[in-house]
């Protein structure tokens, strides 16, 4: 660690595993109701383990993408971050609007905390994944645009690598597709359309450059190769996530009303999302294979290539089984399958 101000990452990431924990246990309840329906009753039904469970998925990734930015990018950018005291504020609003948000899953019905949060003046609760009240939603859109602000003007008064460009336009993306959360129309197929806008294009658009930042970063560290060599890699892998990734939402297209055409974009350009995953097994074995020193952090590496060759299984592999159109006529919940794995 250079800078003074990278220590904020650690609160982010010491609360995103707390988050990770609590995601495995309530999984492990609700792998349990599977097998006895009375596990939990009446505390706990089905429906609320299984929205705090995905809900604490999406939060803790996004606690670990924020202090894994805030570690990354002082040190990219060869500065201090902008504002510490800013980056402070934002993780403890967003900690009790997280809690206070599950707590209210689990305490009250959904349709009371859809109540008592007063829905009724914006309608968007009742939608898998974005079931947050409204309330909390807006706390989730203040607490990404001061991150946005924080890491963007420490990146403006820094130095501009190739990492801190891909990475801020991942942050910025995940922003921005997040405001679809709030549009929420009377019509289904409307609703879906633009409802996959939040959920594929963050899980296998913009969530894919920032994983490849990440990815970069620690590769640098801890193999010592040429920069100018990463981020060759770099962007031909983003290049390809993007390319598949933004096409490729049409498997989500399939059966829920756009155009037939989706039929045939969605299953080529889904066959293809796997192939930036596989790109980044190739990247992070090759850049450790050719490292010019040997690094203490054991760790670190291990997580650089257990990372993509996990993200590869999940997303890539995994992913691929189920997005071809004719495959999936017989499956209406897929989608969900893919985005709980992903
Ligand atoms: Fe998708």
């Known amino acids: 660690m250079k800078y003074e101000s990278q220590r904020i990452a650690k609160p982010y990431f010491v609360f995103a595993m707390m988050l990770f924990a609590g995601q495995i246990l309530f999984g492990l309840l609700m792998g349990l109701q599977?097998?006895?329906?009375?596990?939990?009753?009446?505390?706990?039904?089905?429906?609320?383990?299984?929205?705090?469970?995905t809900?604490?998925?999406?939060?803790?990734?996004?606690?670990?993408?924020?202090?894994?930015?805030?570690?990354?990018?002082?040190?990219?950018?060869?500065?201090?971050?902008?504002?510490?005291?800013?980056?402070?504020?934002?993780?403890?609003v967003f900690v009790v609007a997280?809690?206070?948000?599950?707590?209210g899953y689990l305490l009250v019905p959904y349709a009371e905390l859809a109540r008592i949060t007063k829905n009724e003046l914006f309608p968007t609760m009742g939608r898998e994944f974005l079931e947050q009240p409204t309330?909390?939603?807006?706390?989730?859109?203040?607490?990404?645009?001061?991150?946005?602000?924080?890491?963007?003007?420490?990146?403006?008064?820094?130095?501009?690598?190739?990492?801190?460009?891909?990475?801020?336009?991942?942050?910025?993306?995940?922003?921005?597709?997040?405001?679809?959360?709030?549009?929420?129309?009377d019509s289904l197929t409307l609703d879906k359309y633009f409802w996959w806008f939040v959920v594929h294009l963050w899980v296998e658009g913009v969530w894919e450059l920032i994983l490849g930042a990440l990815l970069?970063?620690?590769?640098?560290?801890?193999?010592?190769?040429?920069?100018?060599?990463?981020?060759?890699?770099?962007?031909v892998i983003i290049?390809?996530?993007?390319?598949?990734?933004?096409?490729?939402?049409?498997?989500?297209y399939f059966w829920v009303g756009p155009p037939k055409y989706w039929l045939w974009m969605g299953s080529f350009f889904s066959a293809l999302e796997p192939v930036p995953f596989f790109m980044m097994v190739v990247f992070a074995f090759k850049m450790v294979k050719e490292r010019r020193r040997e690094h203490n952090n054991k760790i670190a590496t291990t997580w650089a290539k257990g990372t993509a060759v996990m993200a590869f299984l999940g997303a890539g592999v995994w992913g691929f089984l189920h997005t071809l159109a004719p495959l999936t006529t017989t499956r209406m919940d897929h989608n969900l399958l893919l985005h709980t794995v992903t």
């Open 34 to 53: 599977y097998i006895n329906g009375d596990v939990g009753f009446p505390y706990i039904p089905f429906n609320a383990a299984r929205m705090v469970h």
């Open 55 to 92: 809900n604490l998925l999406i939060v803790w990734m996004l606690f670990g993408f924020m202090g894994a930015s805030y570690f990354l990018v002082p040190e990219e950018a060869e500065t201090e971050l902008y504002s510490p005291l800013l980056a402070k504020i934002t993780f403890w």
């Open 98 to 103: 997280g809690v206070a948000t599950i707590l």
């Open 135 to 185: 309330i909390t939603k807006i706390g989730i859109v203040l607490v990404c645009l001061s991150f946005v602000f924080n890491i963007g003007m420490t990146i403006l008064r820094g130095r501009k690598t190739v990492i801190n460009m891909v990475l801020i336009t991942g942050l910025i993306g995940l922003a921005v597709f997040y405001l679809f959360s709030f549009y929420n129309p």
């Open 216 to 235: 970069a970063f620690v590769l640098i560290k801890v193999t010592g190769v040429d920069r100018e060599h990463i981020e060759k890699w770099l962007y």
């Open 239 to 252: 290049a390809m996530a993007l390319i598949s990734g933004l096409i490729g939402m049409g498997h989500h």
